[in-house]
């Protein structure tokens, strides 16, 4: 899941947000391994999706 609204965010821990940020980077590892290697990745919109969920846990995080 690439989506993470800002209602499930402000609903979440201190843990559980550090946690969905470490899925998401790699998520978003393995996005740009597959872009490197040529391949058009299987959904368009997961790149951007992934990078605006992280900027929005981050922005949390930084809040608290």
Known sequence: M???????IASMS??????????????LLQLRAEQALGGTPSNMGAFKAVRRSIARIKTKMASE
């Open 2 to 8: 690439t989506h993470v609204s800002n209602r499930e």
């Open 14 to 27: 201190a843990d559980a947000l550090a946690g969905r940020l470490e899925e998401l980077q790699e998520e």
